[in-house]
């Protein structure tokens, strides 16, 4: 059922949303973006929960795009580009800290996710991976903005234009997270730094995060508008064209 594509648990003020396809690497279909949006504006409404950890099931945290489900116009991509931001801007504007738990793949949509986030905490088997240049499109949800202001411009951008992936160890000595823990580790010690930031005062956290926020998101809203109209652009190019050619047959 879609509504099983991401669930949602809350214990005690924490509420984790836990991506749930891994038999598809949690790969980002419509249904899954609709069932994310709505637990993400359950857990920014509900004044019991002041922190939120996002999680994948499975051996990867997320695959990118679902490429068996593919829009066939440019706007109809450009739609799903929204909804994908829509997704972001809800972690990126709750008032609530979010952390992104992550392990194994983190592609495409699924690493603009992990980077709206407030804190990553990644496995040592995880690597952040930005193919969108290869597939003939732009990077999507955010993840131009999010990658160069938590990353750099210099890094972000070689990542971004050649379609590379960051390692665990190599985003940790770049000042990507300063979390890399064992991957069978990883849900305990997301929820151990849940538990740390619950015993400080709720009020200055959702303060602090509306301010740290001020330095580098200021353009954030003229940036995805951007983004939304060059991806859909960009998937009427025959580079676009070609490189769905070369898919595997879906």
């Known amino acids: 059922m879609d509504e099983d594509n991401t669930t949602l648990e809350q214990a005690g003020t924490l509420a984790v949303i836990t991506l749930n396809r891994p038999n598809k690497a949690n790969a980002l279909s419509p249904a899954m973006r609709a069932s994310l949006q709505r637990h993400l504006d359950q857990v ?133 997270t300063r979390r890399i823990v064992p991957a069978a580790e990883l849900a305990t010690e997301a929820r151990r730094l849940a538990a740390q930031l619950q015993a400080l005062p709720a009020e200055a956290r959702a303060l602090t995060k509306s301010l740290a926020r001020q330095y580098w998101a200021e353009r954030l809203d003229a940036i995805l508008a951007h983004e939304a109209d060059a991806f859909g652009y960009a998937t009427a190019t025959p580079g676009h064209q070609a490189a769905l050619a070369r898919l595997p047959q879906r």
């Not at 903005?145 to 985003?171: H, P, S």
């Open 44 to 176: 920014a409404a509900d004044e019991r929960v002041d922190t939120v950890l996002l999680q994948a099931a499975g051996p990867a945290f997320c695959g990118g795009l679902d490429l068996g489900d593919l829009p066939q116009t440019p706007m109809d991509w450009r739609k799903r580009v929204l909804a994908a931001q829509a997704n972001h801007l809800a972690v990126l504007r709750m008032p609530k800290v979010v952390i992104a738990a992550v392990q194994g793949a983190v592609v495409g949509g699924g690493a603009s996710l992990a980077l709206s986030a407030d804190i990553l905490v990644m496995a040592d088997n995880a690597h952040l991976a930005f193919p969108f240049v290869r597939l003939g499109i732009v990077p999507d949800g955010g993840s131009s903005c999010f990658l160069q202001a938590k990353l750099g411009v210099a890094v972000a951008t070689d990542l971004l234009l050649t379609g590379g992936r960051i390692e665990a160890a190599e985003a940790a000595r770049l000042g990507l």
